[in-house]
């Protein structure tokens, strides 16, 4: 095997587990995994390391249902504040790692140090790495080197993110939970900082549970003893779970309220919901700075590092807008339910006032969920955006295609995903059925249906006319996939379009 990036890539998607297994275990109604950890420490344990050895890294654990990235965003960039450099030429801090998940256009986004992702050659330097030492265990206990030596896709590239960040001197680690917390293969660390858990939400109920107090549950797994634990106003019974198990594990548990400096900063991440995000991280970095000895720290009065590190994160796809000549693309990976009506609430303070008379601008959607209940979602927009517009028609177009990324080429390697149903994928029955139930509900809505990612953004394209005077105003959502997709899409094809 070659030991190029895009080996790694290949190589690394082979560890997905495909749609068939993942249906099986959804119907099953099984559960999360309950030997997900000591598994998880005997792959650290192949690999050389002991769940003890990533106390050096000093870690911090972020888990959620929705803003559990861009809080871990928002801590690394307020911690970047403190590297070292002429105002810090002491600091504590001298490598930031960060550890989020899913991707948007490369793999090697998931893995940060310093807030940049893995260059293509370290990526493919620590992937082997890791790969290596697994099937080196496996020959040593007489056991095959195919797949079954490695863990499945996400804890792969955990173990691979954890041996990176030790590799490279990481003093300060930011891991965020993939699914859950409890039995996460993340909640392997042992002696975090502090842990930080953001808005709760309905969603990956086959392996959470249905309520959200289960799932709260399930997100309280993180809290450790000794480390001070943070969260924010939660809905229904989640606080009283939350503060339970707290109460279980000898942790206190503070829920943080919105700070009111946010409202003179101008956040990096716009949408008025990431000031709840924003007011998390600042409490969970300033808990993290005093274990590592500032001492004096106070969030009372926001440091200037802290502002600063608020005003320059960076986090795609997360209620972000692009413009090109004749459109503005307003794009937010939102894929469920709650998640949809704040990405609908946002799309809907962009859209400028108009006078009476004046022609109905157009507006378009373009959507796609593979996996969830894609109509739901969809619908929940419609009625979020309906309500904000004060029944004004929320699009005049709307384009629903699958996840593939290119008419031609197909996925890209990086965004190939075995968990959806390849002959849904092909039929484009998931996007019809989107299309008859849009209909429904607005039938004066243009609706369209194309195969690729690529298509879509071509016919959006096509909507700008000459004559047209205000730009075409796009929202793009349903889906982190779609979205990640969607990015690759203007990025390769279009040098136009800016920020």
């Known amino acids: 095997m070659e030991r190029t990036y895009s080996d790694a890539v290949a190589a690394l998607n082979t560890l997905q587990s495909n749609h068939a297994v993942i249906s099986a275990i959804r ?7 309950k030997q997900a950890i000591p598994e998880m420490i005997e792959w650290c344990r192949k690999i050389g390391y002991e769940p003890t050895d990533f106390n050096r890294l000093k870690p911090i654990h972020i ?28 600091s504590l801090i001298q490598k930031i790692g960060l550890y989020t998940s899913p991707h948007l256009r490369f793999v090697r986004e998931r893995i940060q140090i310093n807030n940049q992702p893995l260059s293509e050659e370290d990526f493919a330097k620590y992937f082997f790495q890791t790969w290596d030492r697994l099937e080196d265990a496996a020959r040593a206990a007489g056991q095959p080197t195919d797949t079954s030596a490695k863990p499945v ?22 891991i965020e939970c993939g699914i859950g ?5 993340t909640n392997i660390l042992v002696s975090p900082t502090a842990t930080g858990i953001t808005s709760l939400g309905i969603d990956h109920t086959a392996v959470l549970g249905s309520t959200i107090e289960e799932i709260a549950w399930h997100k309280a797994g993180i809290m450790k003893f000794n480390a001070p634990a943070f969260t924010v106003p939660q809905r229904g019974g989640a606080t009283g779970v939350l503060q339970l198990r707290a109460a279980e594990k000898g942790v206190q548990l503070q829920i943080v309220d919105i700070h009111p400096e946010l409202n003179q900063i101008k956040l990096g991440l716009a949408a008025e919901f990431q000031k709840v ?10 808990a993290h700075l005093h274990a590592l000895g500032h001492a004096s720290l106070s969030t009372g009065l926001l440091p200037l590092e802290f502002k600063t590190g608020l005003e320059r994160v960076q986090w795609g796809g997360r209620c972000e807008t692009r413009r090109e000549k004749g459109i503005a693309w307003h794009i937010d990976g939102g894929h469920t339910l ?9 799309f809907a303070s962009q859209i400028p006032s108009r006078s009476p008379n004046s022609p109905p601008r157009k507006r378009v ?8 209940d894609a109509n739901a979602l969809a619908r929940a927009l419609h009625r979020t955006l309906a309500e904000a517009l004060r029944d004004e ?15 031609e080429k197909g996925y890209k390697p990086d965004l190939v995903s075995m968990n959806t149903s390849q002959t849904q994928v092909g039929e484009l029955s998931v996007q019809r059925a989107l299309k008859k139930m849009w209909e429904s509900v607005d039938a004066r809505t243009e609706v369209k249906v194309v195969g690729t990612i690529e298509e879509a953004v071509g016919w959006v394209r096509g909507l700008v006319g000459g004559e047209e005077v205000e730009e075409v105003m796009v929202l793009v959502t349903g889906s982190v996939h779609l979205v990640g997709g969607f990015l690759e899409v203007l990025e390769t094809g279009n040098d136009n379009t800016s920020a």
């Open 63 to 90: 888990a959620g249902t929705k803003g559990k990235g861009s809080t871990s965003a928002f801590i690394s960039s307020i911690l970047a504040q403190y590297l070292p450099s002429a105002s810090q030429p002491n």
């Open 338 to 346: 709650e998640s949809i009506e704040v990405a609908a609430k946002w």
């Open 153 to 174: 896709y996400f804890r792969f590239l955990t173990l691979m993110a954890l041996h990176t960040y030790i590799s490279e001197g990481v003093d300060t680690a930011v």
């Open 181 to 185: 917390g409890e039995y996460d293969s």
């Open 365 to 372: 959607l373009l959507f796609n969920q593979q996996t969830r």
């Open 277 to 286: 995000n924003a007011s998390l991280a600042i409490q969970v970095a300033a």
């Open 27 to 33: 119907a099953s109604g099984r559960g999360m995994n």
């Open 393 to 407: 028609q929320p699009f005049t177009h709307a384009v629903f295609c699958s996840n593939v990324t290119f008419k």
